[in-house]
């Protein structure tokens, strides 16, 4: 039996996450979890534990367990560990569980007869578009072959200079995909009609793009390395108000303190 639709705190059963907080994925799950106002547990497991094997067949992280009766329920269970899947089925799922608390990152599709049908269709998959590149582009360029080695080598004593010297080619990279990116979500922005200069999210609305986009941002501002710093010759300049903007809600600063940025 898998769960249905929940349409109250009181029924939400239990869910977990699974995954250390220093994983940009696991914050974003986590701010996600946050914005939707569902209560959670965590499980702040490394890559590669053996409990993690259980949900996820490669070990990765993050991982979802919702267990919609009882936390030891071991058949009724629904377990995740594809970030994209997670939080489509936070939003069609668990999403809405608390009246009082509305929020959407991905908006609910309407009748194909409703007038607002082709508007509607195009914003979500315009926000998969952007999450896509996100989890699969900007993180691969700017996590993985800048963020993380930048940190490693910071913590094993090496000099800013020596850290410049080694990353440079791939601090360069990440620039380059973040305006890329900017370049994107203008684009985008102006196929829905929205306002570039004003806009407070890529969507007008907090969506699963700003999500997944933000603790990777946040990790990167922290570097110090010219971008998201603002300025005159800042080369992102609509992403570093987005950043400092988005840095302010509580989801975000909830999980700041496990972060590489937390760690500066």
Known sequence: MFAAKVNSPENIGTVELFGTP???EVQAVMIGLKELNVPFLHRPSMPGSQELFEYSPLGTIPVLVHRPNAIYAARERVALFEPLAIARYLDEVLGGSDASHKIELFPSAVETHDRNHVENALRRVEIDQITSFVLFHVKKTVEDRFVKPFF?????????QDIDVALDESRDAAETILIQ????????QEQLKLNFAHTKFIFNEISWADVFLFPILRDLKATQCGVLQGGDR?????????????????????TLSSSFAGST
């Open 22 to 24: 220093l994983s940009t």
């Open 152 to 160: 490693a080598l910071r913590n094993n004593g090496a000099s800013r």
């Open 181 to 188: 990116l900017e370049r994107i979500i203008c684009n985008t």
């Open 234 to 254: 800042e080369p992102v300049p609509w992403l570093t108000n987005w950043l400092n903007n988005f840095a302010s809600r509580p989801s975000a600063v909830a």
